[in-house]
């Protein structure tokens, strides 16, 4: 069957569904994308694509393989998100089959599978590492214990006759009737930050029992515009502070104790300040972007990518009086990935991004290959006081030894890696035939973005109201 | 997406048409008829302050915050303290209105037709009787969703929940506004020691309802020799078009009341 029926069908197939089911359009489909984690205190990358996840030792290139199948590093649907414990005991990963499986860094072995009613959109570890927090796209947050799982819920399967599957989390507490979009600890591990697609953002006090839920709410941190799609935890500030980004091109800065709005820095205005005097850039610039990715280092280092950008920005929190703001640095861009995805940084300070690296545009008729995942790394320049000077360098075969070790150049990290997933972009375009959207920009946020009902369209429906038609 | 900086004038009604009134001036109920229900999940098409901070309660509370310097407002640092949750055609408003007369309250109802009745009722009350009805007003919003853009923590010394919507259907129970989860916004805004109100004429809702608070920790129900003593508690069954229904008819009605308290250790 010729590529475009094929999409046809499953078009005709998917709203076929979307009558029947009211609830389908929650199901938003997104493509795979990349997804990246540094071990916090050993010399490991953890990427996932697709279903599978791949660990690497960036100083030996060398996949830390788990010596039993590896399948078992598998999901059987694509993973969303994946994040080590503070401790670097455990790795999760988690995404759209709903479960939530911790591994065991030691030897990569699961040590508890948790279920999620709904869709993994984003995970969290307790401080002590014994916890992991996962939201889903109902607006709960659940919490299952990282080292054993209660037994299978037999009675359920039992009445199902299917085999015994994972147990559910316990239910902490609900976004009601949002989609929440990412979890993080804060760093002193009181509170449990939670941010949704309506512009909002709970704090939580982390419970002593988590399995009996988290009732006690600290605050709300409101001022985004638009979705919040991500969180960070900022290091070695002193107090406990919060960043969030979304959806309204915005990075903000909060007090999550109350929910003040210290500072707001809005990228998009930023970012052409940067690239000031470069015709060339300006004309591509994200005129008011989500953001889809952030990160924070050492020294206040921020890093933040930005949908429909091949660039990473780095700002940095500079103290001011007794507290701090945020100010826009540098913007690298990361060839030669053109849709960056997932931004990390590692022991080193260094900051990689994830991203796929041919981007198909929708007019292009033909196959002009699939996207792969690709890594860009750049490393600090040692710069840190002259706000004129840049931060960050990219990292080429030049910049190879770290001190006196050998590092590993990291195009052959990138392949290592990369090689991995040689058969999964392959899974990407047989989605696309399926109907989904795969290719730039990636649709990361599309399921974020509400629908706009024009004025026209809103005076229609209420002239079209069961109750008015009724009256007349 | 899409919000304006600014919450709609509260008084922005769009189709003020004067042949919707009684010579009094009241609105008449039948030409803000609207469907029986509102489905509380959908996205709100309606703006929403992005903030407590952005939410202009002058407008609402005129008498309570003058535009006129000159003019004393009937009482300082007036803040809302009570908020009917769905509070349909705005029965319990106008009863609790004169009970605490320096309190702010508002009703918050999710169908745009009845808050604007309940507007209109309001405006018209005042004009009729000057001096009171200066202390309610009526928001048109999602309460499940939007309280946090309204109130701050602990601001709160009254909720009703009168006679919800009971969605029966095991799938709709999450549309249900008293839920395990939602408890836990409701006890962020009532201050320690404020109360929750419930009550429905579904036996069914009760137990629900009886079932979530009982089981939360930040909540205690009143004892009878407490409700005895409780202004508000006649109100409950006798104050709301529903409740007057329910009556007429002869229905059973649960009530269940409870005090936001602190345990230690959570
Ligand atoms: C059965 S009526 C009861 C009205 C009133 N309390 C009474 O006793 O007459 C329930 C009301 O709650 C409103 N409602 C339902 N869900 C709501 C929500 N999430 N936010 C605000 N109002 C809501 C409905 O529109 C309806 O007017």
Redesign the interface.
């Known amino acids: 069957m010729p590529r475009r029926a094929k999409t046809e069908t499953a078009k005709k197939e998917r709203n076929a569904k979307q009558q029947h089911n009211p609830n389908f359009q929650e199901e938003h489909f997104v493509a795979p994308f990349p997804v990246l984690a540094f071990h916090p205190s050993e010399s490991l990358v953890a990427l996932a694509y697709g279903k599978s996840v791949r660990i690497c030792n960036p100083s030996t290139g060398s996949l830390a393989s788990p010596t039993a199948d590896e399948d078992k590093l598998q999901h059987s649907e694509t993973i969303r998100t994946l994040a080590f414990s503070e401790n670097g005991e455990f790795l999760v990963s988690a995404g759209d089959d709903k479960l939530v499986k911790v591994w065991k860094t030691a030897d990569w072995k699961c040590s508890s599978t948790w279920r999620s009613p709904k869709k993994v959109s984003s995970i969290a570890f307790s401080k002590d590492g014994k916890w992991v927090f996962f939201s889903n796209k109902?607006g709960?947050v659940h919490a299952g214990t990282c080292s054993s799982a209660p037994p299978p819920q037999d009675a359920e399967a039992s009445s199902t006759g299917a085999s015994s599957e994972p147990p559910l989390g316990y239910?902490l507490?609900?976004h009601?009737?949002?989609i929440v979009t990412d979890t993080k600890v804060t760093s002193d591990g009181k509170y449990l930050i939670s941010a949704d697609r309506?512009?909002?953002i709970?704090v939580?006090?982390v419970?002593?029992e988590p399995e009996?839920?988290?009732?006690?709410?600290q605050?709300?941190c409101?001022?985004?515009?638009?979705?919040v799609s991500c969180l960070a935890i900022p290091s070695n500030i002193g107090a406990s502070r919060l960043l969030s980004a979304g959806?309204d091109g915005t990075v903000r800065l909060w007090c999550p104790e109350d929910g003040t709005l210290l500072d707001t820095l809005a990228l998009t205005e930023g970012a052409r300040a940067l690239t000031e005097g470069d015709a060339e850039d300006a004309d591509e610039d994200p005129a008011c972007s989500a953001v889809v990715a952030m990160a924070t280092g050492a020294g206040g280092v921020v890093a933040v990518l930005l949908e429909r950008s091949p660039d990473v920005f780095l700002m940095q929190l500079e103290s001011v009086g007794d507290g701090h703001r945020l100010v826009l640095r540098q913007r690298l861009r990361c060839s030669p990935i053109l849709a960056p995805c997932s931004v990390t940084f590692d022991l080193q300070q260094r900051i990689w991004v994830a991203g796929l690296s041919s981007v198909k545009t929708a007019e292009e008729d033909q196959d002009t290959g699939s996207e792969s995942v690709t890594l860009f790394v750049a490393s600090p320049t040692g710069n840190t006081g002259a706000a004129e000077e840049p931060l960050y360098k990219p990292l080429t075969t030049a910049d190879l030894s770290i001190g006196d070790k050998r590092v590993l150049p990291m195009h052959q990290v990138a392949q290592s890696l990369g090689a991995c997933f040689g058969s999964l972009s392959t899974t990407a375009l047989e989605l696309e035939e399926e109907g989904m959207t795969v290719g730039g920009p990636v649709p990361l946020m599309g399921g974020l973005?509400?629908?706009?009902?024009s004025e026209a369209e809103?005076e229609k429906n209420k002239a079209n109201?069961?109750?008015k038609r009724m009256k007349t | 997406?899409?919000?304006e900086k600014r919450a709609a004038s509260a008084m922005d009604a769009p189709d003020r048409d004067p042949s919707h009134r009684q010579s009094d001036g009241m609105p008449q109920k039948r030409f803000y008829?609207?469907?029986a229900h509102s489905n509380?999940?959908?996205?709100c098409?309606f703006p929403v302050p992005?903030?407590?901070v952005e939410q202009d309660w002058a407008e609402h509370f005129p008498a309570f915050f003058p535009s006129d310097p000159s003019v004393a407002p009937l009482a300082d640092d007036a803040k809302v303290r009570m908020v009917d949750v769905g509070c349909g055609f705005g029965g319990l408003l106008m009863q609790l209105s004169p009970l605490f007369p320096k309190d702010l309250m508002v009703g918050m109802e999710l169908r745009d037709?009845v808050s604007e009745y309940v507007k209109e009722r309001i405006l018209a009350s005042r004009k009729n009787h000057p001096g009171e009805f200066e202390n309610v007003s009526c928001l048109r919003t999602n309460a499940?969703?939007y309280l946090?853009?309204y109130f701050e923590?602990g601001q709160l010394t009254k909720l009703f929940f009168l006679f919800p919507d009971p969605h029966f259907k095991a799938a709709n129970h999450?549309r249900r506004i008293v839920t395990?989860?939602?408890?836990?916004?409701y006890?962020?805004f009532l201050q320690v020691g404020g109360t929750l109100y419930t009550v429905t004429d579904v036996p069914e809702l009760g137990d629900w309802m009886s079932e979530a608070c009982d089981n939360?920790?930040?909540f205690e129900r009143l004892t009878q020799e407490e409700l005895d003593v409780d202004p508000c508690i006649p109100l409950l069954t006798t104050a709301t078009e529903e409740g007057q229904k329910v009556a007429r008819n002869e229905g059973v009605r649960c009530m269940n009341v409870f005090r936001r308290i602190s345990p230690e250790?959570?």
């Open positions: 109902f709960e239910l507490f609900g009601c009737c949002s309506d512009e909002k709970r939580s006090k419970p002593r009996k839920g988290a009732h006690e709410i605050s709300y409101l001022g985004h515009r638009s979705f959806g973005t509400k629908r706009k009902i809103r109201r069961l109750d | 997406m899409g919000r008829r609207a469907r509380p999940l959908n996205d098409q992005v903030s407590p037709k499940m969703k946090p853009n923590k999450r395990r989860t939602l408890l836990a916004e006890a962020h939360h920790p930040l250790g959570l």
